[in-house]
């Protein structure tokens, strides 16, 4: 298993390309379940979560071409084109959903198509519980009847999916997303309220609308669905992804450096830029992005994960380190996930000063962190030790770098470019 070595302490000064979103990608993938024409998706990131959605959508029958090659392949081409022309098989097995919980967004177009379709349920996870009753609570209220079978999600619908008015209790992407697809061939009216209005959401609503799909209200807490019989292909490209985005701004900033970050869609950035601005961050837009730079104190601050377009709890963790580095207190309150603070004890073993209690964290900013072998069981964690490395005097070594793989494409490389003294240990893991 691969690792990270990280000798810190290098000002990062210089261009990173930000690339097509994780989570928006891997909703547009299924959505091409909706469909027997082509979907044809481009800024497609190059990432071990797109592999595994490519491999899920294989096995129920759709055909994948990516530059003119199949993407589990492994080659970086950038636009994939989906043909679900037959479904084969409405089963997502086990041994993929394990992988990858996003998998579960099949179910709502699987069962929308086809009528039936059979999810494995997804387990708990390193961030949290995770369950997805919201997502099977909408689906029933569309008509469709769901039984837990064997660790199996078992959903039949007879005839058509029916509109339905839908209100989330809580906000939830993935139960927009799966719901939202659902809506888009069933009959009549759906009206989801309390929708998610991450931009991942919007960016899956704007593929349905070029796929032919009627939606109200894309961007807001309530849409408006007018069910269809079919959807047509289209061609859609990837939204820049902000957390990437978000993650290399704080890069920026925890080496007190100077960074463009070319392709960022700077207007989807506005909490995770007010809170950086907040820290004493310079960060404004450029033509071709937007641009991080410090040029005094970061000084503490207090935050809240929130729904979007509050700051996001996929950007906690990374903050956590930079506020390690600040003049002051700081109070970290996560209210999406409740098991969202993994990252604590490593960073800990680098020296900061966290006290989590509960929900919240207080980070006492220290003079300098120091490097030590670290590893971490997410993806967000995992970013937020790089960029603690990246600070921090001395070597970080970060074990378990498969996390990082699912959701940074080519970090080392990105990194480097800009100086930091960071490389990739093929293979080299004692696990
Ligand atoms: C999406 O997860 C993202 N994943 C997550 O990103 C992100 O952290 C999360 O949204 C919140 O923004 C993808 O898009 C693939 P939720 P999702 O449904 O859809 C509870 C990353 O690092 N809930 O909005 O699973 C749930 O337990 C990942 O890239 C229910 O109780 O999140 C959580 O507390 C991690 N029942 C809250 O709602 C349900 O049926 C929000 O979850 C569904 C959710």
Excluded: W
Excluded at 25 to 42: K, Y
């Amino acid at each position: 298993m691969d690792r990270i070595r990280i000798h810190g302490g290098v000002s990062l000064k210089g261009i990173i390309p930000i690339g097509g979103a994780k989570n928006a990608a891997l909703t547009l993938m299924p959505a091409c379940l909706l469909t027997d024409e082509t979907l044809s998706l481009s800024n497609l990131p190059h990432l071990v979560d797109i592999t595994t959605m490519a491999n899920l959508l294989a096995q129920h029958g759709v055909r994948m071409a990516l530059n003119g090659h199949d993407p589990r392949g492994g080659h970086t081409g950038r636009v994939l084109e989906l043909t679900a022309a037959e479904i084969l098989n409405t089963t997502a097995p086990y041994d993929l959903v394990r992988r990858m919980r996003a998998s579960v967004l099949v179910l709502g177009p699987l069962l929308a198509r086809c009528g039936r379709a059979r999810v494995s349920l997804p387990g708990g996870c390193a961030i949290g519980t995770r369950p997805v009753n919201l997502h099977l609570k909408a689906l029933e209220q569309m008509g469709a009847v769901i039984d837990l079978q064997e660790g199996y999600i078992a959903a039949e619908v007879s005839g058509r999916l029916k509109g339905a008015h839908i209100i989330f209790p809580q906000v939830t992407v993935g139960g927009t997303e799966n719901t939202l697809m659902a809506a888009t061939l069933a009959e009549g009216e759906t009206v989801i309220a309390n929708a998610a209005r991450e931009p991942e959401v919007t960016d899956l609503a704007n593929c349905l609308v070029a796929m032919g799909a009627h939606i109200e209200g894309i961007g807001t807490g309530t849409l408006r669905i007018q069910g269809m019989e079919r959807l047509h292909g289209a061609q859609y490209s990837v939204v820049p992804d902000r957390i990437e985005t978000g993650s290399y701004a704080v890069a920026a900033a925890i080496t007190r450096g100077d960074v463009e970050l070319v392709g960022a869609r700077f207007d989807l950035m506005e909490s995770v830029t007010k809170v950086l601005r907040e820290c004493g961050v310079t960060v404004e837009e450029t033509p071709r992005g937007m641009r991080v730079a410090v040029l005094g104190d970061i000084t503490g601050i207090d935050i809240m994960t929130e729904p979007y377009p509050g700051f996001p709890t996929d950007m906690q963790a990374q903050l956590m380190a930079l506020l390690s580095t600040a003049n002051g207190a700081s109070m970290i309150t996560e209210t999406i996930f409740e098991n969202r603070y993994m990252h604590v004890p490593e960073m800990t073993r680098m020296g900061a000063n966290i006290n989590v209690h509960g929900a919240s964290a207080i980070v006492r900013g220290v003079p300098h962190l120091s490097g030590a072998p670290v590893m971490a069981t997410d993806l967000r964690a995992s970013v937020s030790l790089v960029l603690a490395g990246l600070a921090a005097e001395g070597e970080t070594l970060i074990n378990r770098v498969y996390h990082l793989d699912r959701g940074y494409e080519r970090v080392e490389e990105k990194l480097a470019a800009c100086g930091a003294r960071i490389e990739r240990l093929k293979g080299e893991s004692p696990e």
